[in-house]
């Protein structure tokens, strides 16, 4: 049974640098979902997709983010023009649309720091 | 706007020591809380799901229960592998189908 990856788990990089991280969910999975967490603090929703579709960006995403799922497969989350304000711990979870009682699985994380 | 508050921020108990943690919820209307375990430099890891006020779940030395307002999950003699931050979250009817929202969790350590 695989879980929810995320690649990579670390990366550093300079203010003003393009960063890009993947997620791959769980195989069956059609719901994937997009958080950030910074220290102290608990996850904060980003995005949200069904299948290929993203239906939801949540104000915290600003224009330099931007994510996709094609295929509906894995996803990937960019971040243009980073600013150190965008370190932090992404993490990626999926569920099973329909299907009770509806909980997310959540990967490892991305750390990331801008420097 | 709906949130979740959880108390205390930390709590240290020594190896043995039941206590309870608390996870109090501003929501319009619940479809789900959840509880979830992280470790430190993790992602969080599912515990338990509850749906309807009286509600109740158990696994292993941890409970978790459920009314209108707020959600305890007691800890029944742990041990220092029980050791993490404990994160609460609920999921609204009418908001986006899925979106989860987080407390700031407590941190639990259990010394032995």
């Known amino acids: 049974d695989t879980g929810v990856s995320q690649d990579p788990r670390h990366k550093i990089t300079k203010r003003g640098q393009n960063v890009t991280f993947r997620c791959d969910p769980i195989?069956?999975?059609?719901?994937l979902y997009w958080y950030r967490q910074t220290l102290g603090q608990g996850p904060e929703f980003l995005t949200y997709f069904q299948n290929e579709a993203q239906l939801e960006k949540s104000r915290l995403l600003s224009d330099r983010f931007s994510a996709e799922r094609p295929k509906g497969s894995f996803s990937t989350l960019e971040i243009q023009r980073t600013e150190q304000g965008d370190s932090a711990m992404y993490l990626c979870?999926?569920?099973?649309?329909?299907?009770?009682?509806?909980?997310?699985?959540f990967g490892p994380g991305t750390r990331l720091t801008v420097t | 706007e709906d949130q979740v508050t959880q108390s205390p921020e930390a709590l240290r108990l020594q190896e043995g020591e039941s206590s309870s943690l608390n996870c109090s919820y501003t929501?319009?209307?619940?479809?789900?809380l959840f509880w979830y375990r992280q470790d430190p430099g993790k992602g969080p890891e599912f515990l338990f799901t509850l749906y309807s006020a009286g509600e109740e779940k158990e696994k292993e030395r941890l409970k978790a229960t459920l009314t209108k307002k707020e959600s305890f999950l007691h800890i029944t003699a742990p041990k220092p592998e029980d050791s993490a931050t404990y994160l609460c979250?609920?999921?609204?009817?009418?908001?986006?189908?899925?979106?989860?929202?987080f407390g700031r969790g407590t941190q639990l350590t259990v010394w032995p």
């Open positions: 979870a999926s569920s099973l649309q329909g299907v009770m009682p509806y909980e997310q699985y």
């Open positions: 195989s069956e999975h059609n719901r």
């Open positions: 929501v319009s209307g619940l479809r789900g």
């Open positions: 979250a609920v999921q609204a009817r009418g908001s986006t189908l899925g979106r989860l929202y």
